[in-house]
């Protein structure tokens, strides 16, 4: 095991960059403060270590410069975390450390290493440990085992290490069910007025994310949280969660409020008491929230827009139940057509997600999900290209087996509509790679009809009408660019 030069009492965390990933897209693309090393950072500290925090989406730091940074502080750990399309970045960022500071460890976290611990440090050398899932115990176990100078880490639950020569996978943490033992992410960290929601949804520069509950009940299959991160749905208190509202709003003056949770419509008793303490407590905060077609009505619904809520997320996926019953979605269309439904009676502003190339697509199926979105009235709409990401089922169905010099991890990005990822064989009659021009016929169809256009203009604020803007030149921008470089030599 690797040890630092000195003893210390410092943890360096970074954020790996994704923003550039977007290419054209990135006009509109949100930029949110990394919750999850918040919460690490807010719990080492309060075990009496100390943290600084590098993002290079909202600082200009180069890899070089931040091992610079490393070995002018001689940490105790420096800790990065990444999600797949950010593999190569963050593979340059721990070389870049570990050429400067070889005797500096360093841990991967982060949805890409949790799903595959013993992969990773195999395809990053340089990395001397991955911290799968929740990782405020392990990281604050690890810096106790480094701090004491401890050579045997086999204890220290959700741990990949190197003994030597071989990779050893500990046992898995169990997931932490009282969430109210938790701080609230350490937002001291950075500037938070460096972050923004994505363009079109922009209600307010005033925003901030939180997460209520951490686990998913769903199993899609193009999601890990529905396979290898599969965990129980465990919530906080509404009063932990107002807690953490009221220090938003006094120290922030934040008037928009981003719910990230994976279902936040999942308890209906639990959305009616945040409810009732929003409306008592923070009586005009406006927020978002994900929610889940089958678990909503008129009833829940006009509760939440009583209490303020602004605009509703809900991933439909499919306008065919053959192809969401093949993913695993477990949600018919006429269940989502109730639910969007009800949702622009009531006057809430809605944004539905779908996925074209799920299992079992043709063009024939894609057509009636492209018109299915059309025929909802949905305030906006995204279209994005089924990404087989690790840790799902179509990634495990077509590239468990492939080694890292055969996937291109750059192009697991499904935000952008551009890219695809070669290999994937879950289309019946019709090639991967005519799926970033059929994302592009969709948000063609959807968008440019004067009935959606006075939709999307209704009611919008003065900072949305600005959103609008950035998003539409997004999509032109990936327009010219997919016609200038064509999705089918990526």
């Known amino acids: 095991m690797q040890q630092s030069s000195r003893r210390s009492d410092l943890l360096i965390l970074i954020q790996t960059p994704y923003f550039e990933d977007y290419g054209p897209m990135r006009k509109a693309a949100g930029v949110y403060f990394p919750l999850g090393l918040g919460y690490v950072s807010s719990y080492v500290r309060q075990h009496g270590y100390r943290v ?31 999600m797949t399309p950010q593999f190569f970045t963050a593979r340059k960022i721990v070389d ?14 982060g949805a890409h290493p949790s799903v595959m611990p013993r992969r990773t440090l195999e395809e990053i050398p340089n990395a001397d440990y991955v911290v799968s899932g929740e990782g405020e115990l392990t990281t604050l176990e690890l810096l106790n085992a480094l701090r004491d100078r401890q050579d045997d880490l086999s204890a220290v639950g959700g ?14 943490r169990p997931l932490l069910d009282d969430l109210d033992s938790l701080p609230p992410p350490d937002r001291r960290l950075i500037d938070q007025t460096l972050y923004h929601q994505q363009r079109f949804l922009s209600y307010s520069n005033r925003s901030a994310a939180i997460h209520t509950s951490r686990g998913c009940p769903g199993r899609c299959v193009f999601c890990a949280s529905g396979h290898k991160l599969a965990s129980a749905v465990r919530t906080r208190s509404i009063a932990n969660v107002m807690e953490e509202i009221d220090d938003l709003r006094r120290r922030y003056d934040v008037d928009y409020l981003l719910i990230k949770d ?14 009732a303490a929003i409306k008592q407590r923070h009586p005009g905060l406006r927020w978002h929230c994900m929610g889940r077609v089958n678990t909503v009505d008129e009833d829940i619904l006009a509760t939440m827009k009583d209490a303020g809520l602004n605009d509703i997320f809900y991933g439909i996926e499919s306008g065919n139940d053959e ?30 997600a779908f996925i074209l190339g799920l299992p079992g697509d043709t063009r024939e199926t894609i057509e009636q999900t492209i018109a299915f979105a059309c025929s909802l009235p949905l305030t906006m709409a995204g279209f994005s290209v089924l990404i087989p990401y690790p840790g799902t089922k179509v990634y495990e169905a077509n590239y468990a087996t492939n080694g890292c010099d055969s996937i291109d991890y ?19 009659g019709m090639d991967v790679s005519e799926l970033p021009s059929l994302v592009a016929k969709a948000q063609r169809r959807f968008y440019m009809r004067p009935r959606q256009a006075l939709r999307l203009l209704g009611a919008a604020t003065p900072s949305m009408l600005v959103g609008y803007a950035r998003g539409f030149a997004a999509l032109v921008s990936k327009e010219l660019h997919l016609r200038l470089k064509p999705a089918a030599t990526p």
């Open 262 to 275: 994976d279902t936040f419509t999942l308890k209906r008793t639990r959305v009616r008491e945040f409810c």
């Open 410 to 428: 750059s192009k697991f990005i499904a935000s952008t509509g551009m890219h695809y990822v070669k290999g994937y064989t879950g289309l019946n």
């Open 96 to 109: 870049a450390i570990k050429a400067r500071t070889p005797q500096i460890p360093v841990a991967l976290g």
């Open 159 to 172: 741990l990949a290490w190197r003994r030597k020569g071989s990779i050893i996978e500990n046992a898995s």
């Open 52 to 82: 600084r925090f590098f993002d290079p989406n909202v600082q200009r730091y180069t890899a070089e410069q931040i091992a610079n940074a490393v070995a002018e502080d001689e940490p105790l750990l420096v800790g990065v975390s990444f």
């Open 323 to 352: 192809i969401l019953k093949n993913s695993c979605k477990f949600i018919t269309t006429q269940q989502t057509r109730r639910a969007v439904e009800v949702t622009a009676k009531l006057g809430i502003r809605s944004y539905g």
